[in-house]
C-alpha cells in the first residue's frame, strides 16, 4: 500500500507518546550523584612563629612590674608610714587599693581581652603601669611644696598601677590560646602566671634592700637556718596541695570515678582543711605552741598523703576516698596558718610581710614544678575501666606520680621535724617590752 504522498511507508513506529502505565524514573536516584556543589572548605594551618617567645616575655615583664609596684610598701610598711606622716592603716590602702580597683575593672577588662583583643589589653596595661609609676615618683620628689601632697599623689599612682592589674594578669590564657600551638599552651600559660609571684619576690626582697637601715633585714633571712628549712618544707607542702588540687579530677577519673564524685571529694577537702585551720589556730593562740603543733600535723598530713596514694589506686571505694581526702585536707590545712606565724616567729624583726610573703612564693614556685613533674610521671592507661571523657590514649594512669608526691610530702615532713629549730622571737620581744613597761610604771 503506497502512502498519499507517494514515500514508502517506513512501518510501525514506536509510541513516544506518555501512556497511561508506569514511566522510567528519569529523577536522579538515591545512588551517588555527580557532585557539582563547591567542596568544604580546607581547614586553616596557623604557623607558629618564633617572636611568640618575644611576646610572652613583654608579658612576663609587665605581669612581673606591675606586682612590684603592688607590694612596693608593704615589707617597708613602718617607714613609709614614718617616711609619708601617714598611718599605717593608710599604708595598708596602698596594697588594699589594688583589690578593690580589680574588682569592679576586672569585668571590664574581660570585655576589652575578647572584644578589643590582647594587643589593645596590653598596650592599655602598659600606659597605665607606666603612668602609676611616674605618679609614684613624683611623690617622693624634692619640688612637691608641701607634705600634705605626697600621700594623695602616691595613692593615685597606686590606683593607676591597680587598673593595669585585670589587664595583664587576664591575659596568660589568652595569650597561649592566640599565640603558642596546643602543646605548648599549657607551658606558656605557667610561664606566663608565674611572672606576677616573681614580681611578689623582688618586691619582698628589693624594697627592704633600697630602703637605708641600720641593719640589713633581708640578709637576716639567707642566714637564718630555721627561716630557710621553714621556707622550702612549708612552702613545699603549699605546694603540694596546690598541684593536689589541680589533678585530682584527672587522678580519679581514670579509676572509673565519675567528675562529679571527683568535685565531691574536692569540696570535702577544703571544707575539713577550714574546719582544721580553725580549731588549730584556737589551740596555738592558747599555749603558743606552734613548733609542736606544725610538726605534728605535718607528720600526720605525710602520713595521710601515704593513704591518698594507696587508697586511689582502687576502683569502687567510694567512701575510702571521700575520708582520705577529708583527712589531708583536715591535716594540711590546719598547719597553714601556724606555719606562717612561725615564720614571723623565727624571722623577727624582719616584717611580717616579707616572711610571710616569701613562703607563699616558695609554695607557689614548688606548686608549678609539681605541677608540671608529675604528668610526665604519669603511665598510658592500658586497661578499660576509665571515666575521663577525653580521647584515646589521652587517659593516663596516676600511681605514679601520686606516690612520688606521697614520698616528697615524707621527705619533707621528716627534715622539717628533724632540722627546725627555733625561738619565739617575736613573743620574746613583746614579752620583754611589756615587763620593761611594767617596770618604768612601777619606778614613776
Keep these: 500500500m503506497e502512502p498519499v504522498d507517494g514515500r514508502p511507508d517506513p512501518g510501525p513506529q514506536p509510541d513516544t507518546a506518555p501512556g497511561p502505565g508506569p514511566q522510567p524514573d528519569t529523577a536522579p536516584g538515591p545512588g551517588p550523584q555527580p557532585d557539582t556543589a563547591p567542596g568544604p572548605e580546607p581547614r586553616p594551618r596557623y604557623r607558629a612563629y618564633r617572636r611568640r617567645w618575644l611576646v610572652m616575655l613583654a608579658t612576663c615583664t609587665l605581669s612581673c612590674s606591675n606586682a612590684m609596684c603592688w607590694l612596693t610598701f608593704a615589707p617597708v610598711a613602718d ?101 603558642f600551638p596546643e602543646q605548648q599552651r599549657a607551658t606558656a600559660n605557667m610561664i606566663s602566671s608565674m611572672a606576677n609571684p616573681l614580681g611578689i619576690l623582688f618586691a619582698n626582697i628589693l624594697s627592704p634592700l633600697l630602703v637605708k637601715r641600720p641593719s640589713a633585714m633581708p640578709m637576716l633571712l639567707l642566714k637564718n637556718k630555721a627561716y630557710l628549712i621553714l621556707m622550702m618544707c612549708f612552702g613545699g607542702g603549699v605546694g603540694i596541695f596546690t598541684s593536689f588540687s589541680a589533678l585530682l579530677q584527672q587522678i580519679m577519673c581514670v579509676r572509673g570515678y565519675s567528675n562529679s564524685f571527683a568535685g565531691l571529694c574536692g569540696g570535702l577537702f577544703i571544707i575539713f582543711g577550714i574546719l582544721g585551720a580553725f580549731v588549730v589556730g584556737l589551740y596555738v593562740d592558747r599555749t603558743k605552741k606552734f613548733i609542736e603543733t606544725t610538726k605534728i600535723n605535718f607528720c600526720l598530713t605525710a602520713f595521710a598523703s601515704i593513704a591518698f596514694a594507696l587508697v586511689s589506686r582502687m576502683r569502687d571505694v567510694p567512701v575510702g576516698l571521700a575520708v582520705v581526702c577529708s583527712l589531708f585536707g583536715l591535716l594540711g590545712f590546719s598547719i597553714y596558718p601556724v606555719g606562717m606565724e612561725l615564720g614571723v616567729e623565727c624571722s623577727y624583726p624582719v616584717g611580717e610581710a616579707t616572711s610571710a610573703g616569701l613562703i607563699f612564693v616558695s609554695g607557689q614556685l614548688q606548686g608549678a614544678l609539681f605541677i608540671l613533674l608529675l604528668p610526665a610521671l604519669a603511665q598510658p592507661v592500658t586497661s578499660d575501666g576509665s571515666a575521663c571523657q577525653v580521647g584515646v590514649g589521652a587517659a593516663l594512669d596516676w600511681t605514679i606520680p601520686t606516690l612520688v608526691l606521697a614520698a616528697i610530702c615524707s621527705l619533707e615532713a621528716c627534715c622539717f621535724a628533724l632540722w627546725f629549730h627555733t625561738d619565739y622571737r617575736r613573743v620574746s620581744a613583746e614579752n620583754y617590752e611589756e615587763a620593761t613597761a611594767l617596770l618604768d610604771g612601777a619606778t614613776e
Design 79 to 179: 617607714q613609709t608610714a614614718r617616711y609619708f606622716h601617714i598611718s599605717m592603716a593608710q599604708v595598708n590602702w596602698l596594697s588594699m587599693v589594688y583589690l578593690v580597683v580589680g574588682v569592679p575593672f576586672g569585668f571590664g577588662t574581660t570585655w576589652i581581652l575578647d572584644t578589643l583583643g590582647l594587643k589593645t589589653s596590653l598596650i592599655l596595661s602598659s600606659w597605665l603601669n607606666l603612668f602609676g609609676c611616674a605618679v609614684q615618683f613624683l611623690s617622693v620628689a624634692f619640688f612637691i611644696p608641701q607634705d600634705s601632697w605626697k600621700f594623695p599623689l602616691l595613692m593615685v599612682g597606686q590606683t593607676l598601677g591597680a587598673l593595669a592589674q585585670p589587664l595583664v594578669l587576664f591575659a596568660p590564657t589568652k595569650l597561649a590560646a592566640l599565640w
